[in-house]
């Protein structure tokens, strides 16, 4: 275990330990609805396409008050027919269902049924504000006048109450969902990011229900805090991980030239950029006032923490591509050719110009679970002075714009506090549950799997977590092998299979060296490469053109040159020298015969 890894892992076990001993006392009764209460879900058949059956489900606005006022959420399924209960049912939730995915899964023998939770746009109540101007930012951050409009919507609207859209609320639907149409059925609950929280207050609140979970991408609501994931936590760990990839690729480290390392590398090229010393420096085009600072370091950070993660999580999903050019933009950054300055500004323009954001409609509903679920500690009071103090000691730090854009918000936003079977684990869950993470991902600063295990080291061989190399966040359709692989273990077995059984999809890993680039480079070779960088993190062509042939000719003709001094001055040297009478003998290779000539 790294230090760095250890470090976060003490703390997180204190924690696990005080909240095992929370749930001793507060331990919440589930929250059962009778059959009298509410109308059970029947499957329909008038779905959109691809789906076969779907079905709109009523349930309470606020579970164990039972009112009158109920709401509905929807669920659209791949199934053929629903009274074949034989077939092991996964219900979906994800940030963004991936509609692909869940028909890969289906092509498997398997029924998959995606879940459109409350407040989504599918629901009857869209959790969205009504009278402001600018709902979000380019970045998909809420605006603040949206946020007001959603607190003024909750107080004045008994309708419209923030509570009823809280995880908890979702996790009862959940339930209720699976006690009715997943009766006598093998179920799974499949999640992924932000969604990842349902599963959780499922065990928590209804740890009986017979059920396994997958998680993947997963975001831990008793660890993850928004405030120290956009202060810049695990951004570090985060790109270690994905230079270590590099690391691990002759063709990719011998290019950077780092025998060091190159994350080492990297470090020193930050280093040469705050002492300006780095020549590409000077000669890049890059406008500081798009992303904050105006020194050269702290907008080469800000580009690379935007290559490494989207800030906004999870609304949008970043862009593996640009992952994959880290290793050669600091290729480039360090040869620094006309070439390397071309590519490397229109690299800029394409980052900062945001392009492909496309906001998902239930951004709202996303960042009241950002708000309400996954704050750790009370917001700062100055949140400039919180972010200068976070960057003061992190290579790299989303910008400063988006701390900004989210603290405006949860400012205005309405409060839901937590209950206390919201920060509480279950003690005797019998759940199998499968954790799935990826390596190069910001969101789990101290290592996911870190993360799963001590939650959840009470539940014994009942939970396994795997963290996989090589896959950016959002990893759905590189990992359907292994999903696929599991359930079908766990549909045979009823527990999970070996790691060894997690196959990936390897066209869909990181690739440093082949991808795409002409939309981000502009131009088709991400390297261009010659040869390697010198390890000193020193330009080889000190930002006075591109000449990366012309130098090596000089090189070769200063050479060549100065050989043919020496071999013209020789010459003159030794006739000047004969012309004098000045014999040569030969040397003999006896010694005696040497003293007498």
Not at 358 to 377: A, G, K, M, R
């Amino acid at each position: 275990m790294s230090a760095s890894l250890f470090a976060c892992v003490r703390p997180l076990s204190l924690l696990a330990s005080a909240l095992l001993v929370c749930i001793l006392l507060n331990a919440p009764a589930p929250v059962l609805a009778g059959k009298d209460d509410l109308p059970a879900p029947v499957w329909d058949t008038a779905c959109k396409s691809p789906f076969k059956m779907c079905s709109n489900i009523e349930t309470y606005r606020y579970w164990g008050e039972k009112p009158q006022e109920r709401l509905h959420f929807a669920i659209d399924a791949l199934m053929n027919d629903p009274n074949n209960k034989g077939v092991l049912t996964v219900w979906l939730l994800m940030d963004d269902p991936d509609v692909e995915f869940a028909k890969e899964l289906a092509r498997s023998d398997l029924n998959v049924v995606v879940v459109y939770p409350r407040g989504t746009k599918q629901s009857t109540t869209y959790y969205t504000c009504a009278g402001a101007k600018t709902l979000h930012s380019d970045e998909c951050w809420i605006s603040k006048e949206c946020a007001e409009d959603l607190s003024a919507r909750s107080t004045e609207d008994s309708l419209f109450n923030a509570s009823h859209f809280s995880a908890d609320q979702v996790a009862h639907d959940l339930n209720w969902l699976i006690l009715t149409l997943g009766d006598g059925r093998q179920n799974v609950v499949l999640v992924q990011g932000l969604s990842s929280v349902f599963a959780l207050r499922l065990l928590q609140l209804h740890p009986q229900i017979p059920v396994g979970v997958i998680a993947m991408d997963y975001v831990h609501p008793l660890f993850f805090d928004t405030y120290g994931y956009l202060g810049g936590v695990g951004q570090d760990l985060a790109l270690q991980h994905l230079l270590a990839l590099c690391d691990d690729e002759v063709r990719c480290v011998g290019r950077l030239g780092a025998m060091e390392g190159s994350w080492t590398r990297l470090q020193t090229l930050m280093t040469l950029a705050k002492n300006n010393k780095l020549t590409c420096a000077k000669r890049l085009k890059w406008d500081g006032n798009k992303l904050w600072g105006s020194s050269f370091a702290e907008q080469l950070r800000s580009v690379l923490s935007l290559m490494l993660r989207y800030p906004a999580y999870p609304f949008l999903a970043s862009n593996t591509e640009l992952m994959s050019l880290i290793p050669s933009m600091l290729y480039r950054l360090q040869r620094c050719s006309d070439t390397d300055v071309k590519a490397l500004d229109t690299l800029y323009t394409y980052i900062t110009g945001m392009k492909g954001f496309t906001c998902p409609v239930d951004v709202y509903v996303q960042t009241h679970w950002l708000v309400n679920e996954f704050i750790q500690t009370p917001p700062p009071n100055k949140i400039a002075k919180y972010w200068s103090a976070e960057g003061s000691r992190r290579t790299l730090l989303p910008a400063e714009s988006n701390i900004n854009a989210f603290h405006t918000a949860a400012e205005k936003f309405p409060a839901v506090p937590r209950t206390a079977a919201s920060k509480v684990l279950p003690v005797n869950a019998t759940q199998r549950v499968l954790f799935i993470s990826a390596d190069v991902d910001p969101m789990s600063p101290c290592g996911a799997s870190a993360q799963a295990v001590l939650a959840f080291h009470q539940f014994d061989n009942s939970v396994k977590a795997l963290e996989l190399r090589g896959i950016a966040n959002q990893p759905a359709a590189v990992l359907t092998p292994c999903i696929v692989n599991n359930l079908r273990f766990y549909k045979a077995h009823a527990e999970w299979a070996e790691p060894d059984q997690c196959t990936l999809d390897a066209s869909k890993k990181l690739d440093f060296l082949n991808g795409p680039t002409k939309e981000y480079y502009g131009v088709s070779d991400a390297w261009d490469y010659d040869m390697p960088n010198s390890d000193d993190g020193s330009s080889r062509e000190n930002g006075n053109g591109d000449g990366i042939t012309a130098k090596h000719v000089f090189r070769t003709l200063l050479i060549l040159i100065v050989l043919a001094a020496l071999g013209t001055g020789a010459y003159y040297a030794y006739n000047y020298v004969k012309d004098r009478g000045i014999v040569f003998h030969r040397v003999s290779d006896n010694f005696y015969e040497n003293l007498h000539n």
